[in-house]
Each structure stands twice: as C-alpha cells, then as structure tokens.
C-alpha cells in the first residue's frame, strides 16, 4: 500500500496554527448555536457565554457538556441548527432503550464529513486504485454512507455490497479482486472464517484482500493479529472511530503506523474529562472523549460526552502528520461492567484470551446475581470438538484461561468452553455481553 497524504495542510499544520484555527472555529461556532439553537441559546445565557468571552481554546469548560439525553429530550429536531430545506441527508443511531439519536446534514456537512473520512482512508493505506467492499449495513447506520463518500472521493471503487449476505460477499471478493473491506472488526473475522470453510473449493488465493478498514466496536490489538491472520497473504487492517453525533466515522483513524487514531482536529476539538466528576484531565490522562464538532451545520455539537474511554497523545506520528493520536478506545464508560466492585472492560479479557492455543476468538460474557454477589462467566469456543472428550486436557486449558484472566482483573470467574461454532456470529456490532442481573430475583 502506498502511503500518502491526503491533505498535507491541514493534516500537517504546525500545533500553533491549529490551535489558532481551532480557535476561530470555536468562537464562530458559539456565535452560531447562539443564534439558530435555542437549547444551545438558554445555556449560554443562563452561564454568561458569548464568543468574545472565549479568549483560548480552555474557555471552552465553562461551556456545560452536551449529552445523549439531550438529544433524546430534543428528538427528532430540536438541537438542529438549519430548516429542513437545508438539510439534504438524515441519519439515526438506533439505541436500545428510548428514542433513536436523530442527526441531520447540510451539503456543506457532507462535503466536510467526506473531506474527514478520504483523509483518514488514505492514511490507512488506500487510493484511487483500490477496490473496496463496503460490509456495513447502508441505511440510517453512518457507516456505510461515510466510508462510501469518502473513498469515493479519494477515487476508490466502492462495491456497495452492504451487510451480511456473507457467500455473495466472498463471490464479489473472489471475482472483482476487491483488495479492501470496511466492516467491522467481528464481521471481518467472520468473513475470513467462512472463506477459510470453503477454501477446497475456492483456495484463499483467490482473495486479494490487502487492507482492512474496520471499525465501529472495538478491536484489541490482540484480536487484530487472529483476523490478519485468518486472511493471510499480507492482510493489514487499520482502526476506525467515530459516531453518528459527530458526523459517523471520520473523526479519527490509525495511518500505517497504527500508533494511535489520528484526530481530524481542524474539526473535531477534544478534551478528556473525568467521566465521574466531570472534571477535564491533562493532556495525556485517560479517560472519558468529549467532543466539540467545530465545523458541523446542521446539527453541532459542542462538548459532547461521547462516553468513549481514551487518551490523547499530541506528539507528531513519524508518518509526518502533526494532528493528536487517540488510543484504541478502552471501554464505553456506560458498558464497563462493575462486577463486585471491580471495573471490568470487555476489551481487557478479550487480551487475555486471545493468543491462547486450542481457543477461537470469538467469547460471551455473561453477568448475573447469585444471591447478592455478582458472578462473571466467560464462554469461549474451542476450536476442535475432540477436545471436549479428553477430560484432563479440557480441565488443563479451562484452568489456564481462568488463570491468566483472574491475574488482570483480580476477581474470580467461571470459564465455560462450548463446542466450536455454537456463540453467535455477527454482520454488523458484535454483542459481547450478556447482562442478566436485571433478571436475578
Ligand atoms: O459506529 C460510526 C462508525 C462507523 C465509526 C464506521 C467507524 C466506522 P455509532 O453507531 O453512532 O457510530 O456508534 C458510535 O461506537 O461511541 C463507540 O462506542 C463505538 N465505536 C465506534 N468506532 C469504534 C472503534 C459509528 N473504532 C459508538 N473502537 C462509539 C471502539 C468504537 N469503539
């Protein structure tokens, strides 16, 4: 893959200038919401902001924090900052509870929303010769609408193939030569194990599949080298965040480096706050991503608690670009599971499981209440049945597993190991956890 970059100004601007940039941008941005966004309006008035009081870019805490809830108050249009005659595109993302997050662009948002994402691809590796499938499902998910527009705009072939449908995915990979994927990091593994299933008839080379663009739920880097190698033959897949309030994805993403996502920061300005006491960290401290989306029209979002568990790094990346790397995200401070006491993120078993022999990548966690103690059972699948007749054996690695995750989170849990192919395979997010404490008596 060749390594280019797709807008060296911004994606290379001096830290000072940025900042300037980021700035202005700011200013003009209050001044905006303060004029078309009544709810933005009120705030303002009620804590004294106006863009002149912004004097540099921390001004911005005194600004109250934008979140979900405030959305789902204003559903479906209030936070929208344009008439309809204005917006030319509508998307939501589909929560599990309550009304959907509604989102809506102008054509000046999706020009931007593009200009973000055919950055971020092109850091990763693609260009005007590469074939791309897109995997995620088109519709009101960004995903598939992101990805498209972006690497449509960088020149790429897309091959809309959307989700699922996972023979006539292959055949088109097979056929066309497609040598790039977006999907998510699940759905990827998932392909490649399907591919591998069929290989008598159709050898893995017939797949040239050279770069993954995955994203949308997160990827251990542990989970990244099993999907590379189910590909095989090179396969090199890079990590992609964002989120349908700030735009979907082009918020930020690794360059071949993968050391970090880099943040689109003439648009996107973030902080990384305490996600209990809502207080802003040092640069560098982990924890939770908010985001001012400074460029937005249709529905702006300023200082948005994304619930996302990260750190920013703002060292230039040896690929040459000087924009902020966030890490690969940790965990959703609303899906960390409290398990007696003790934080757990999916993410940190997954590490733990992955790289041990005899086990496949796929896992279940589930939570439940026994009495009034909390319990964690982790489902992982073996890879070969036999193995499930051979007691001792069986007994040796259920106890191996238990071991190494007991050592990171320091709590005991059940380990249960299940006959290959029996957890469930997903075409879009993957589901991880199963909650049933709701459910206990
Ligand atoms: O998932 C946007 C997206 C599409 C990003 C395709 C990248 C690629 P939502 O459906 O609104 O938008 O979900 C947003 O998904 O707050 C994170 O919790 C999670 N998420 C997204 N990307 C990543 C990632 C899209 N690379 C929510 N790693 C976010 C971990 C991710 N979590």
Redesign the pocket.
């Known amino acids: 893959m060749e390594h280019r970059i797709w807008n060296k100004e911004m994606e290379c601007m001096k830290r000072s200038d940025l900042e300037k940039l980021q700035l202005e941008r700011l200013k003009a941005l209050i001044d905006y919401c303060d004029k078309n966004v009544k709810f933005y309006h009120d705030r303002f008035e009620k804590n004294n902001i106006t863009a002149d009081r912004i004097k540099t870019l921390s001004d911005i805490q005194y600004i109250p924090y934008t979140t979900k809830t405030d959305l789902r108050d204003n559903y479906p249009f209030g936070l929208f900052a344009v008439p309809k005659k204005e917006l030319v595109r509508i998307h939501a993302?589909s929560g599990t509870t309550g009304n959907p997050t509604v989102v809506g662009y102008t054509r000046d948002d999706l020009e931007n929303w593009s200009e973000q994402v055919a950055r971020l691809v092109t850091a990763a590796g693609a260009t005007d010769e590469t074939v791309v499938q897109i995997c995620?499902g088109y519709g009101m998910?960004?995903?598939a609408l992101?990805?498209h527009y972006g690497l449509e705009k960088i020149g790429a072939t897309v091959v809309p193939t959307s989700s699922g449908n996972t023979e006539k995915q292959l055949k088109f990979m097979r056929d066309f030569g497609t040598d790039a994927i977006v999907a998510t990091p699940s759905y990827c593994l998932y392909l490649a194990e399907c591919a591998r299933e069929k290989a008598g008839e159709f050898p893995m080379d017939n797949y040239k599949l050279k770069l993954g663009l995955l994203?949308?739920?997160?990827?251990t880097p542990e989970m990244r080298t099993q999907i590379e190698e189910r590909w095989g033959g090179g396969f090199f897949c890079t990590?992609?965040?964002?989120?349908?309030?700030l735009n979907?994805?082009g918020m930020s993403g690794e360059c071949y480096m993968r050391n970090g996502l880099h943040i689109n920061e003439d648009h996107f300005l973030c902080e990384v706050i305490d996600s209990q006491t809502g207080d802003v960290l040092e640069p560098g401290s982990t924890g939770e991503l908010v985001v001012t989306n400074l460029t937005k029209r249709g529905i702006p979002m300023i200082r948005y608690r994304?619930?996302?568990i990260t750190n920013i790094n703002y060292e230039p990346c040896k690929c040459g670009r000087t924009t902020a790397r966030m890490s690969?995200?940790i965990g959703?401070s609303d899906d960390m599971l409290k398990i007696r006491g003790v934080n757990v993120f999916p993410s940190q078993i997954e590490s733990a499981l992955i790289g041990i022999t005899s086990i496949g990548p796929h896992y279940q966690l589930v939570v439940r209440r026994e009495g009034f103690s909390d319990t964690l059972e982790v489902r992982v699948e073996l890879i070969d049945a036999s193995l499930l007749e051979i007691y001792s054996e069986l007994e040796k690695l259920r106890k191996k597993i238990h071991d190494r995750i007991k050592a990171i989170l320091g709590i005991e849990i059940k380990v249960s190991l299940v006959e290959p192919k029996t957890l469930e395979r997903f075409t879009g997010?993957a589901k991880r956890v199963l909650d049933l404490r709701g459910e206990s008596k």
Do not use: A
């Open positions: 993302s995620f998910f960004t995903g992101g990805l994203g949308s739920e997160g990827c990590d992609n965040y964002g989120m349908s309030e979907g994805p994304t619930r996302d690969k995200i959703r997010k």
